[in-house]
């Protein structure tokens, strides 16, 4: 069994691309909630979506979240009401928050609702939410001002300085039921390549987390989300900058040195890999740049063969 | 000024036809909100949105219910995901509950997003929900079971025998900003052609709202919902014979009578009129199908004609 520690888009790619090569019910994704909102009154998990939406197929990979074929009558409407349409959410997508919604309201878990989700919409894969509980990703900008997430990363797209992040509810969440067991029991634990800080940061927040990955440090294999010191999309290279970190994958294995053995970064940052192994990390040189799903699987590939023991190919039964 | 105490379908097409007649300063709506309910999180106000809709110009008035125009991208994709599609929200229409559930959430009271939206969409009259507080039509059925109203209205059809009806919350509820002054300060009071149970029920049972209309009972039209002991739509008929009444114009006569000097009822029911004016009621006798908006208006001349004073032919200004 593998298990993927997941942000949103990076994360997904990577998925996709294991998904050729482990079956789905020995692919484990941990997700990233800290993005998740309450707007319009629905329970939105943006990172879970794309996760779910990019494995089953439906994610609009040009726009890198939301569906594909995605309509827009919901929005329009709203627009005309004077409604906040800052966060814009697609007709198809909205199934996806009403159906949480709703069920969030009978009693349903999260996690219950991720795995009905990803059943019904065919991602070949499980998917955990790394909490049952509210945990949020906020931002303390540069003026003084905190923000939730969303209106940093979409509101505000992320263009504004950062001088610390913080993730509200992290202390008292427990790990969503089957995370610490999949942390525990995975042949090869992976740290997708994520926004360290926004995407993976409120995974390692969750009280547990971080002491079961460094149990496990030599089979944890992250993958670096920086190529030549710049994030492949949004701000990650900025905020490791801002908060006192260097925007390259020497700082990114730094961050995660407690907790991964091995980093797989792209070949560009060959320079780096002097630091990472000064870090006591292990370096793997590979094309990171995931443009499509034949280089996604091919870094699939290296990820399952890049720690101190490669994980057999998996029986494609 | 003119109020209307209004249900859904039938109190709309009054008040569109008395819209022809009364600028929309002067014509003042309180809505039922007893069937209101929230679904997948959101705040649907169903009675509210139909006379938002019709009086805009908006409403799907074959269907009786909903926009024109509608798309069902959002139900569709629900279906698939097996979520709950026993209430049908189409597209545009999601878009006013989204709207509405966003500006509570925000600490907006009901009649502040009511009327937004009634200005937004460009309905010309003043529409205030009966309470800001919740009120929730509950039936019983034959069979012992407590349903909410959706659930017996839309779920079960209302093809189920109701043995009893009660307004959950009513005794708490107060009248919404508005309502008490707008039945003393009328000129005419208009009772809709709405279930009196189910619809104008849980508007009389508003603490206030009684005693506020029988202080103007001279003043006070209502419009039988009946046509020969059958309702235009719904069941009111049934349900009034269910409930220990008659089906037919005299005993809503009746159950008015406290409140109401005056009755309109068709004329299919002239031999009810001795009824009516046994119960102390006058009776005036009018077409009351409102087929389309030529018949609508001229109910809503008759109405505002039928008290024992007529309301001036206002100042089309």
Known sequence: MICVLAGGVGAARLLRGLAQLVPPSELVAIGNTGDDLVLHGLHVSPDLDTVTYTLAGLADEAQGWGRREERWTVMEELERLGGQTWFRLGDRDLATHLYRTQRLAEGATLTEVTAELVARLGAPLRLLPMSDDPVRTRLTLADGREVAFQEYFVALRHQVPV???????????????????????AERIV????????????????????????????????????????????????LLAELGHDASSAAVARFYAELAGTLVLDHQDRDDVASVQAA????????????????????????????????PAPDPA
């Open 163 to 185: 001088r610390a992040v913080r993730y509200l509810g992290a202390e008292a969440a427990q790990p969503a039921p089957g995370v610490l067991r999949a942390i525990a029991e």
């Open 191 to 238: 740290v997708a390549p994520s926004n360290p800080i926004l995407s993976i940061g409120p995974v390692l927040a969750v009280p547990g987390v971080r002491p079961a990955l460094a149990a496990r440090r030599d089979d944890v294999v992250a993958v670096s989300p920086l190529i030549g010191g710049r994030a492949v999309k949004g701000p990650a290279d900025r």
């Open 280 to 311: 006591g990390v292990r370096a793997v040189l590979a094309p990171t740049l995931m443009s499509d799903l034949a280089r996604a699987t091919e870094l699939a590939r290296v990820v399952l063969a890049a720690g101190p023991a490669s994980v």
